[in-house]
Structures are given as C-alpha cells and as structure tokens.
C-alpha cells in the first residue's frame, strides 16, 4: 500500500540582521539631532551676551564703511543699498531700543549726513547731475530741544552753489525749519514752517562784474553787494487758511556722534554723524 506523500511546508526565510551604521555616521547623525536641539538655546544665549563698546563701534564702522563710496546715496547700487540696509540694522541693534525714551539733550546739535534712500533729497543730488552749474554741498540736520522734554525746533540745512556766481559749495544756504513733538518714546512728528534762501556769498568774478576792482565803487555798488550779502528770501508754509505739511520720523539710533532715522511710511532712511554747530 502507497503511502500519502507528505504536505511540504514553507521554510521562512531568514532575513539579514540590519548592518549597523559605521561609527563616525553613527556619531553624525547623533551630533546633528544634539546640535538641533540646542540651537535655540545657543542663540539665546547669544542674545544674551551684552556687546561691548568695541563691538558698538565696530559696527558702527562698517556702517560709515559701506557708505562712504556712495556719495551720500546718490550714486549707490542695489546691492550696496542691501549691505547698508543690513549694516543699519546691526547698529539699530546696538541701540536701547523702543524700551529707552530719546535723549533730547544728546539729540540737539548739529549733525551731518552721510547717506539717505529718501527720494526728496536724492533729487537734490540728480538736479546737480543734471545742471552742470549746480552744485550741492553739505547737508545737515541741526536739533534745537537741549532743555525741552517734549519736543524743539528741527532745521535742514542745504549748502549749495552756482559755478562762477556764488562760492564753491557753500554759496548759499536752503533752509527748511520745522518744529516737531516727541509723540513716543523714539517717534517724532515734524511740522513744517519755513523754506528760507540766505547767506548768499557771492564768487570773487561776480563782485568784479558788479564793482570792478580798477573803479572806484560807487554807492550803488556798494549797496548792492551788501544787498546780496544780507538776502534772506523765506517762503512760509502755514498760515491762518492752510495747514502745514507735516511727517512722522523714527530715530532709530543714537550716541555721541551717530544718529539713525527712517521716515516712516518708505521715506528712506538716513546716517547722520555729529558736526560742528552751524554759525
């Protein structure tokens, strides 16, 4: 009699024990999931850290750096504007911040800029460009609020020249004054007043063309130069039937010889350093 042939049966096959990762993939992979983890606390702890007055002024150096070929922003190209935008903020950084109220009395003085992105004023520097007689010197911002705790008066000083009619550079003087009121801690409001033409000085050919040096001057001549000398021409911007024009300015830093400020609403921002005061 046959016997039944016996059912076969499946052998399971065995499966490889998993490689074990080498050591040094081992030691990555433990380092990164580590480093992730105490990233967080290696930035605050960073934060943290206080910088020091010479790390304040480094920045600050690399501000004044990065602007300095620019000439004060008129000629300065998207990417220059970038890396002074970056270097902006990294001096805004060092500053007390929104928590510190403005110091008025370090505010007033007379200060000198450096570099603005504010169409207004780049204007100013392409009307030059394009008026070869035109030429437009220094210009500053002069604080008058040394014993106020709420506001002063604020005057935007333009030095600027006709070739061969006035002095080099400093023929002249465009003068727009403004009062402003401490609205927070860092905002001001600028109300403006006054667009003023003065300290007109004339070129040494334009005197011998009004009063020759090999004629005597008359009395008419005299009295023209010293018109000339003493002519203020003002323009006032309010009035008892219109309302002065007005802006809201963030001073965003401030020491002993740098002020930051941004024109809020995209007016562009500006790198000021202390200056002589104006006579």
């Not at 999931?33 to 920045?59: F, K, Y």
Request: hydrophobic residues 45%; charged residues 25%.
């Amino acid at each position: 009699m046959a016997l039944a042939a016996a059912p076969l049966r499946r052998v399971p096959t065995a499966h490889p024990p998993p490689r074990p990762s080498p050591p040094s993939q081992r030691y990555t992979l433990l380092r990164s999931r580590h480093s992730r983890r105490r990233l967080p606390l290696l930035l605050a702890a960073a934060a943290a850290v206080p910088l020091t007055a010479a790390d304040t002024e480094g920045r600050k150096h690399e501000l004044l750096r990065a602007v300095q070929e620019t000439q004060r922003g008129s000629v300065a190209s998207s990417d220059q504007r970038a890396a002074i935008e970056e270097a902006i903020v990294c001096v805004e950084e060092v500053g007390a911040g929104e928590g510190v109220p403005l110091d008025l009395a370090a505010l007033d003085g007379t200060w000198r800029l450096c570099y603005t992105s504010a169409s207004d004023v780049l204007m100013l520097f392409e009307a030059a460009e394009r008026l070869p007689l035109l030429q437009v010197g220094q210009i500053y911002q002069k604080f008058e609020c040394k014993d106020r705790s709420d506001g002063g008066v604020i005057r935007n000083v333009v030095r600027w020249s006709i070739e061969n009619l006035l002095e080099e550079q400093e023929g002249a003087t465009l003068m727009v004054s403004a009062k402003f009121d401490l609205l927070s801690k860092r905002n001001i409001f600028l109300q403006f007043e006054e667009v003023a033409v003065e300290n007109i000085k004339i070129s040494e050919q334009l005197q011998a063309l009004i009063a020759p040096a090999i004629l005597p001057r008359s009395f008419l001549t005299l009295q023209i130069l010293q018109f000339l000398r003493t002519f203020r021409a003002q323009v006032p911007l309010s009035g008892p039937e219109r309302r002065s024009p007005g802006g809201l300015y963030y001073l965003s830093y401030l020491d002993r010889d740098m002020l930051l400020g941004r024109s809020v609403g995209g007016g562009g921002v500006f790198v000021f350093t202390r200056a002589q005061p104006l006579l």
